[in-house]
């Protein structure tokens, strides 16, 4: 016997109303996952609780240093200093020339291959920083009285001041050229710069 409209309705109500109810069962007492570990900073590393070290030393740009400490490699950005950029370049006689590696070049000259002696001043994103001697040699004055580097004084409290006035007197390294400060240059030109061109940066 045919069955009405009516009565195929109700069925197939029926059938999703208890196929629902299966599933729902099914949910409720199906094991929980365990919560998916929160990521970690690659590369972190607990930092070495030290006020100084010595260390061999390789020169990684015109203010930072890669040394040993305990069997570790750490980067070690020289206190009180900034200097240009590995890629930055700065005009001389309106010739672009690779200012960045002429500070790598002369931090690497002032090394000679010497071991560093540190001392810790802070810490740095995942970096120490450090004001660090090369023999009796501090390297950051030295960078600086050089020309190669420029005094940073909102974090040196212009303990290099003089030593900049001087290489600018005597017309030094970087202070024979046309350049953005290196902060300036890593505003502008760095990935992933946070803040962008500040306006005090246009020449």
């Known amino acids: 016997m045919a069955l009405s409209f009516q009565t195929k309705a109700i069925a197939v109500t029926a059938v999703v109303i208890v196929g629902a109810a299966v599933y729902f069962n099914r949910a409720s007492s199906a094991p929980e996952f365990p919560p998916r570990p929160s990521p970690t900073l690659k590369g972190k590393k607990e930092f070495p609780k030290i006020k100084s070290f010595t260390s061999t030393a390789t020169v990684h740009d015109g203010d930072t240093i890669d040394v040993l400490i305990d069997g570790k490699k750490w980067g070690v950005r020289i206190w009180g200093i900034d200097a240009p950029e590995l890629k930055q ?115």
């Open 89 to 203: 370049t700065c005009t001389k006689d309106f010739k672009e020339v690779a200012c960045g590696a002429m500070a790598l070049n002369e931090m690497a000259a002032i090394i000679n291959k010497r071991s560093v002696s540190c001392e810790f001043k802070a810490r740095s994103y995942n970096r120490i920083v450090a004001k660090c001697f090369a023999g009796d040699t501090d390297i950051g004055r030295e960078l600086i009285r050089r020309g190669y580097a420029f005094n940073y004084g909102q974090y040196s409290k212009d303990a290099y001041k003089a030593d900049e006035t001087y290489a600018k007197g005597a017309k030094l390294g970087l202070w024979t050229m046309t350049w953005l400060t290196p902060e300036c240059w890593r505003d502008t030109n760095l990935k992933g710069s946070r803040r962008g061109r500040p306006s005090r940066c246009d020449l």
